[in-house]
DNA sequence: GGTCTATCTGTACAAGGTGCCCAGAAACTT
DNA sequence: AAGTTTCTGGGCACCTTGTACAGATAGACC
């Protein structure tokens, strides 16, 4: 288990440039092809790659607001209140935690007036007992791997690439 | 702007198997091929889709933890929070909120030991005034958008398919 | 030191996809 | 009714993919 080097690398150069070929990155990486193709196979049948999935932007699609919220919940109604909160479209992912709430979930909606809308939907359920929202103003920080892909990759298992391009079949 | 029906077809369709080229889409929803690549590259450049990265599990390479933090910051320290946080590799997205706090991040650490060595780092910095930390446990939604795209598709300005298959130059 | 195993390299080939172009037909707008 | 946008279906040159193979290499083991 892990990722070494090579495979940092590679995820770094997917997520800079993800329409690029198996082909188009082993010129990059220096690797052969088929080096390339082995290691992409292994990163997701280890299901460190889950999928190459569009990466859809909410706002672009009339949702501009963002949002996440605290629900607390009845004791034994959590399946009944994940149920109806997957049922929801615009909630787009929710996290059972620790601490002062029970769950967490993130929502988007057309306008400010349209979380309302939304915030009702979601918590105009039996199981939730209060729920408090905190309304996203800006992202400085999107979703990223990089950083982490980079740090996981230098350290721990990473016996470095594999050949430091050295010549085979030279005379 | 907004996305019609066979946007979002397309869209639930990349969703579904990433994986698949122009081609091979444009037989799947029964349109030509132009067409499915004129609607790639409008969908791209309307910045509907902002990338095909890969979808890499942080699991899988060794942070199985995840945890929400919300943070308050002392004012005016914003920016220098922000530029501490986005320097931590675990810190894998960064929210300015409403609210109670005033930040809200996602984090991730190798084990709940190691948890604390995160957040130590990322509240010990002088701009942050409190933190509170949700250690999620389970993660009954994960991060979607199909829903939420076949919503877009299905309402305001959708069309319908550009043409119901009729067929042209047929005698 | 010698051997084994896992991995990488370089190469080849067939099959198919991509990017690009075009003229004509269809649908929606004015 | 005319005009504009978009979709269709076809073709072409070029490139990539999937797959296979033998030989080279590195690290582990005896």
């Known amino acids: 288990m892990g990722i070494d ?6 995820l770094e150069l997917l997520a800079d440039e993800p329409r690029i070929g198996v082909l188009e990155a082993s010129r990059r990486l220096g690797v052969a092809r088929g080096t390339v193709q082995a290691r992409l196979e292994r990163l997701q049948s280890q299901g460190v790659i889950r999928g190459f999935g ?13 949002a996440f919220a605290t629900l607390e919940i009845k004791q034994g109604q959590g399946p009944d209140v994940r149920a109806h909160l997957g049922s929801v479209p615009e909630v787009l992912e929710l996290h059972t935690t620790t ?15 349209d979380l309302q809308r939304v915030i009702d939907r979601v918590v105009g359920f039996a199981g939730i007992v209060r729920a408090s929202t905190a309304i996203v103003m800006e992202n400085p920080v999107p979703l990223r791997i990089v950083p982490l892909v980079r740090q996981a990759a230098g350290s721990a298992d990473a016996p470095d690439v594999p050949g430091p391009p050295s010549r085979h079949g030279t005379p």
């Open 5 to 10: 080097r090579l495979d940092g690398k590679l």
């Open 54 to 66: 569009p990466d859809v932007d909410p706002a672009a699609i009339g949702y501009p607001v963002t």
């Open 99 to 113: 601490g002062h709430g029970d769950m967490l979930c993130r929502l988007v909606a057309r306008s400010n007036a």
